[in-house]
């Protein structure tokens, strides 16, 4: 099965499922969902998961970290799409850009899966340290910074990348509309993403160590 094969049994509601259940949402990135398990609930089931959510992460420091993590990981999947829809339409007038166009999809639709399975460490990072340690303010006290040691400024540089990921995404795009190529961007992509799979598993040895 190609990768946009999986992509499109696996994602778009996978990332934005985390938001309900962020230790399992996402679990089904190898082919289960086409869309968001929440889309169709009613008002006061989603109010409930909101809650829900409140009680794992809480409302403070370690909440945030989550969630912006979750919103380049989710900003990330709505440029690969768009970036796959640009890329198919490439004129076929030579075997390059045609070539470039698809090799720069598959690497963006790759990083993906990447940062889907990410956002699932970090909803699970997340609500454990939560759990442990909670916060329901931005400041870290210095009884838990102590313990704690760097996860935060970690978790922080982790969603940076995740969105300079997104960034370069972004630009690999806007190659393919101008006509350049788009690879070098999209490789960056897949550099940035490295670099975020290198600071979560930081994020996760700061919290064991613990």
Same mark, same amino acid.
């Given at each position: 099965?190609?990768?946009?094969?999986?992509?499109?049994?696996?994602?778009?509601?996978?990332?934005?499922n985390?938001?309900?259940?962020?230790?399992?949402?996402?679990?089904? =990135?190898?082919?289960?969902?086409?869309?968001?398990?929440?889309?169709e609930?009613?008002?006061?089931?989603?109010?409930a998961?909101?809650q829900?959510?409140?009680?794992?992460?809480? =409302?403070?420091?370690?909440?945030?970290?989550?969630?912006?993590?979750?919103?380049?990981?989710?900003?990330?999947y709505?440029?690969?799409?768009?970036?796959?829809?640009?890329?198919?339409?490439v004129?076929?007038?030579?075997?390059a850009?045609? =070539?470039?166009?698809?090799?720069?999809?598959?690497?963006?639709?790759?990083?993906t899966?990447?940062?889907?399975?990410? +956002?699932?460490?970090?909803?699970?990072?997340?609500?454990t340290?939560?759990?442990?340690?909670?916060?329901?303010?931005?400041?870290?006290?210095?009884?838990?910074?102590?313990?704690?040691?760097?996860?935060?400024?970690?978790?922080?540089?982790?969603?940076?990348k =995740?969105?300079? +990921?997104?960034?370069?995404?972004?630009?690999?795009?806007?190659a393919?509309?101008?006509?350049?190529?788009?690879?070098?961007?999209?490789r960056?992509?897949?550099?940035?993403?490295?670099?975020a799979?290198?600071l979560?598993?930081?994020?996760?040895?700061?919290?064991?160590?613990?």
């Amino acid at each position: 099965m190609g990768i946009w094969d999986r992509l499109s049994r696996a994602l778009r509601g996978a990332a934005r499922n985390h938001a309900a259940d962020p230790t399992g949402a996402l679990r089904s =990135t190898a082919g289960g969902r086409g869309r968001a398990r929440g889309a169709e609930r009613p008002g006061g089931a989603r109010a409930a998961d909101a809650q829900g959510l409140d009680h794992r992460l809480g =409302t403070g420091l370690w909440r945030q970290h989550h969630d912006r993590f979750l919103r380049a990981v989710d900003r990330f999947y709505a440029i690969a799409v768009d970036l796959h829809s640009t890329a198919g339409s490439v004129p076929g007038e030579a075997d390059a850009p045609v =070539t470039s166009a698809t090799e720069s999809a598959e690497i963006i639709a790759q990083q993906t899966l990447v940062l889907n399975g990410l +956002a699932d460490r970090v909803g699970a990072l997340t609500e454990t340290v939560h759990a442990r340690f909670p916060l329901d303010g931005l400041v870290v006290p210095a009884e838990v910074r102590a313990r704690v040691g760097q996860l935060p400024a970690l978790l922080s540089k982790a969603a940076a990348k =995740t969105a300079e +990921a997104g960034q370069a995404a972004a630009m690999a795009r806007a190659a393919l509309r101008s006509g350049t190529d788009p690879l070098p961007a999209a490789r960056s992509a897949r550099s940035y993403a490295t670099d975020a799979i290198t600071l979560v598993d930081a994020c996760e040895r700061a919290l064991h160590h613990d």
